[in-house]
């Protein structure tokens, strides 16, 4: 049943990522600043910035999301509501886009490299950015939060044309949201990784020099076993990483987005909040008003658009 359940979700995953095959630059509105990082496979790759209100002179940690579609597919916009409370709360905060499969028709190894290429260019531009670059988080959702933890525990896997490899592609600190970061034979994705395998997997990479992790999983998970998580947060423990390990009674992949379950995002956002003051990224209290108007604005929009993707 649990294989027959895997399946049906991945092909969920993959139908869903297919639907969204735009690689224009996306206009969020208001609020943020798009660039180009890098240009791969034909196609330029966009990063958004969410910046703080308030001005100071002194860099701020900084943090960027990268979306979940099971290296296939999904939408810069998904963790638009997260990027857009980080920076109300003073941390410079991205949205990047990377190669996929039904954009570009590349494999992980690509995904992987992009989302090192986005950290490398937040810190080689973090003066100009008003970055500070020994501050720099990586998140994301599934095959997104996979992304995301190979840029803080992998090493390698850059593309070999990559400008500036002399500046570290390592993220300080992972906000990993229902992360496939297993990827063995027993784990998700193997058939596709294998090349790459082990170097691509982060939770056969865990060593002393990785970041401070924070995980969110929901139990009933077809894709990503608490066993997974809880193996991975204890072998972070053991060689002394600090590590939270989240996981949600009864709720399965991708329950954290704000579409699927307004309780579970506003909850998830809170620990991530409360996370980053833990390692002195953040002080003061959680923003409980930002947090409900941008769970409001995001609800409204949803609902006045067919065509929105369902994320992952």
């Not at 997260?82 to 028709?105: C, E, M, P, W």
């Not at 906000?175 to 058939?191: A, E, I, M, Q």
Request: include cysteine; glycine fraction near 8%; aromatic fraction near 10%.
């Amino acid at each position: 049943m649990h294989s027959r359940l895997a399946t049906t979700a991945l092909v969920a995953l993959t139908l869903i990522a297919a639907a969204d095959a735009d690689t224009s630059r996306h206009d969020f509105k208001q609020g943020c600043v798009a660039e180009v990082y890098k240009e791969a496979s034909g196609d330029k790759l966009w990063i958004y910035r969410f910046d703080p209100s308030e001005k100071t002179d002194a860099a701020r940690p900084a943090a960027v999301f990268f979306f979940g579609g099971g290296w296939n597919g999904g939408t810069v916009t998904q963790f638009e509501q997260h990027a857009r409370y980080l920076a109300s709360r003073g941390i410079v905060s991205f949205v990047a886009d990377y190669r996929v499969k039904t954009r570009q028709n590349t494999q992980p190894d690509a995904c992987v490299a992009d989302g090192k290429s986005a950290i490398r260019w937040i810190r080689t531009h973090a003066a100009r950015l008003g970055v500070d670059p020994s501050r720099i988080a990586a998140g994301g959702g599934s095959a997104g939060g996979h992304v995301a933890a190979t840029t803080g525990i992998c090493e390698g896997l850059d593309a070999a044309t990559e400008k500036n490899s002399n500046i570290s592609s390592k993220a300080n600190a992972l906000l990993l949201f229902n992360p496939v970061y297993d990827n063995g034979p027993k784990g998700y994705g193997y058939s596709r990784v294998k090349k790459w395998f082990p170097a691509i997997s982060p939770a056969h990479n865990i060593s002393k020099d990785d970041p401070p992790t924070i995980v969110f999983l929901g139990s009933a998970d077809s894709l990503i076993p608490v066993a997974t998580a809880e193996k991975f947060d204890t072998d972070l423990k053991n060689v002394g990483i600090r590590s939270e390990l989240w996981v949600y009674d009864g709720q399965p992949h991708g329950f954290f987005n704000e579409h699927k379950n307004q309780k579970a995002f506003l909850d998830t956002v809170r620990k991530m909040d409360k996370f980053l003051q833990s390692i002195a990224w953040l002080e003061g209290p959680v923003d409980e008003e930002v947090l409900h108007s941008l769970l409001k604005n995001q609800s409204t929009e949803r609902k006045s658009s067919k065509s929105q993707p369902q994320d992952q």
